[in-house]
């Protein structure tokens, strides 16, 4: 969920995802704003001003009701209604009760990226969080999520779930985050080219192949089970 500044409309999806039957909340946290992307800027990339990518919005009945009719018919209010909500740079670690206090899901906040980040989040009532820069695609020369992990991991491991996000694409790279202290990786390109490039099918090939090579990977490195798989297996060199 991209938390923006509408309460109303927050509560809405909120409850949307529990009738579709989500598991868990996961909140964006580093991209309240939008970073400097020069490539974007170059293409003038931005589909969202085109009313692409807005599905979840133009479907949500408070979100319709702000608009005042069918949300494709009248684009330019929609998009400006879209403009003031999508995001709330103003935002703080107890407006986290706006989410936590509508739902009884677990909440997981998605792109921490230090130790105390990680323990603000169990403070205010998160139940797990995701390790990850964005996939280097919003702050410009910040620290490499899994250069953050260990430390997260030390101080925070045995208090909430950690999960791992930014740059998985080979089995060595699932090894590496789980020995770290991740209890499980995300994948996001790899998934997203599948489907754009091969649909449902290509999606699954490149979930077995990423599996099969996740075994592969454990069986090289001598371990039979995840329990084996522990910082000690890595070696940082330089």
Known sequence: MYWGADNDFTRSIIHRAERAGYSAIVVT???????????DIQNAYLPFLFGEGLANYF?????????????????????????NCF?????TW???????????LPIILKGI???????????????????????GRQLDGAVGALDTLACIADAVGDKTTILFDSGI?????????????????L??????YALALGGEQGIK?????????????????????????????????G
């Not at 995001?87 to 935002?91: D, F, G, L, V, Y």
């Not at 989410?99 to 009884?104: A, E, G, S, V, Y």
């Not at 694409?169 to 990786?185: I, N, P, S, T």
């Open 169 to 185: 694409r080979r089995g060595a790279d699932v090894f590496k985050a789980m020995a770290l202290g991740a209890k499980a990786v």
């Open 29 to 39: 946290l580093d991209t309240r704003l939008f970073a400097w992307r020069e490539r």
């Open 205 to 237: 090939e490149v979930v077995s192949n990423l599996l099969a090579d996740v075994d592969l990977t454990l069986g090289l490195a001598g371990c039979t089970s995840w329990a084996a798989v522990t910082k000690d297996r890595l070696i940082r060199v």
């Open 59 to 83: 479907s949500d009945p408070v979100f319709v009701a702000q608009v005042g009719n069918n949300p494709a018919k009248n684009m330019i209010k929609a998009l400006s209604i879209f403009g």
């Open 187 to 192: 994948i996001a390109r790899p998934y997203a």
């Open 113 to 135: 990226q230090h130790p105390d980040d990680a323990k603000k989040s169990i403070d205010h009532g998160a139940d797990g969080i995701i390790v990850s820069n964005h996939g």
């Open 94 to 104: 107890d407006d986290l009760t706006i989410i936590r206090n509508c739902t009884k």
């Open 87 to 91: 995001s709330n740079p103003a935002s």
